[in-house]
C-alpha cells in the first residue's frame, strides 16, 4: 500500500505542476506577444487527437490486461502440471528420488526464481539446474511392466508440459510492449499537455484544476501499463501462490509415497 501511496503522490505532485509550469510559460508568451493576434488550434483537430489516443491508451491496457490473465493461467497450469508429474511417479519403484527432486524444483521457483524474476527480470540459474535434475530423475525412472509403460508416457508428456510452460513464462518477463509503443504514448502526453493548456478563453482554477486531473489519469494510465508489461515484477505482479500450494500438497503426500 506505501508503495501505491508513493507512486500516485508523485504522480499527483507532476500532475499539479505541469498545468502550473505552462500557466506561467503562456503569461510570459503572452506578455511577449502583446498586441500581436492569437494562434489557436482547431477543437475540432484536438477532440480528434484525444479520441486516438484515448484508444491507443486502452488498446495497451486491455491487451496486456489479457496477457497478465494468460502469464498468471500458465503458472497455475505449470504448478498442477508438476503437481501430477509427482503423483503418477507413484505407480514407479523407486520413485522417490524423482518425487523429490520435483519438490526441490517448486521450492527453487518459490525461493530461488520469483526473486530473480522480480529484481532482475531473469530465470533462476539454480532452479534450471533442479529442472535439469527433475528430468534426470525421470530418465532414471525404470517401468516395472507393460502397463507402467503407457504411465511413463503420460509421465513424460507432463514434464514436456510444464517445460512449455516455463519457457513461455521467461518469454514474459522483459515486457511485452515494443519501445515504440512508448514514444507514441510520451509524444501523445506531450501533444494533450500543449492542447489542454491551448483551450479555454480564461485561465482560471477550474481549468487548472481540470487539466490536472487529466494529466493524472493520463500518467496513472501510464504507469499502469509500465507495471503490468512485465507480469513477474513491479507493484502488480503474479504471486507464486500456485507453486507454493502443489509443493504442499506434494509434501502432504509425502509420508505415502515412500510405499513405493
Given amino acids: 500500500m506505501l ?5 500516485f503522490g508523485a504522480i499527483a505532485c507532476i500532475s499539479i505542476a505541469v498545468p502550473t509550469m505552462y500557466l506561467a510559460l503562456k503569461n510570459r508568451v503572452a506578455r511577449a506577444t502583446e498586441g500581436k493576434p492569437a494562434c489557436s488550434v482547431s477543437g475540432t483537430i484536438f477532440s480528434l487527437f484525444g479520441s ?4 491507443f491508451i486502452g488498446f495497451c ?3 496486456l490486461w489479457s496477457t497478465f490473465n494468460t502469464a498468471k493461467m500458465n503458472l497455475a497450469e505449470e504448478a498442477n502440471a508438476l503437481l ?3 503423483y503418477i511417479s507413484r505407480n514407479f519403484n523407486d520413485s522417490s528420488g524423482f518425487r523429490n527432486a520435483v519438490a526441490a524444483y517448486l521450492e527453487s521457483i518459490v525461493q530461488d526464481e520469483w526473486p530473480s524474476m522480480d529484481k532482475e527480470n531473469a530465470m533462476s540459474a539454480i532452479s534450471k539446474q533442479h529442472f535439469d535434475t527433475v528430468w534426470d530423475a525421470f530418465r532414471a525412472l525404470k517401468p516395472g511392466d507393460k502397463e507402467d509403460n503407457s504411465l511413463y508416457v503420460e509421465l513424460g508428456t507432463t514434464l514436456m508440459l510444464s517445460s512449455k510452460l516455463r519457457a513461455a513464462r521467461a518469454l514474459s518477463l522483459s515486457g511485452n510492449l515494443y519501445p515504440p509503443v512508448w514514444i507514441i504514448m510520451i509524444i501523445g502526453f506531450v501533444g494533450i499537455c500543449l492542447e489542454l493548456n491551448a483551450t479555454g478563453a480564461k485561465n482560471g482554477m477550474r ?3 481540470v487539466e ?7 500518467l496513472s494510465c ?7 508489461n512485465t507480469p ?3 507493484s502488480v505482479n503474479i504471486s507464486p501462490q500456485a507453486v507454493s500450494t502443489a509443493l504442499e500438497r506434494i509434501e502432504e503426500s509425502a509420508p505415502t509415497a515412500g510405499m513405493k
Wanted: hydrophobic share 55%.
Fill in 207 to 209: 481549468k487548472h484544476v
Fill in 84 to 86: 501430477v508429474a509427482s
Fill in 61 to 63: 491496457i486491455v491487451t
Fill in 52 to 55: 486516438i489516443y484515448a484508444f
Fill in 3 to 7: 508503495n501505491y501511496l508513493l507512486t
Fill in 212 to 218: 490536472s486531473i487529466a494529466i493524472f489519469t493520463i
Fill in 222 to 228: 501510464m504507469y499502469f501499463i509500465y507495471d503490468i
Fill in 232 to 234: 513477474f515484477s513491479g
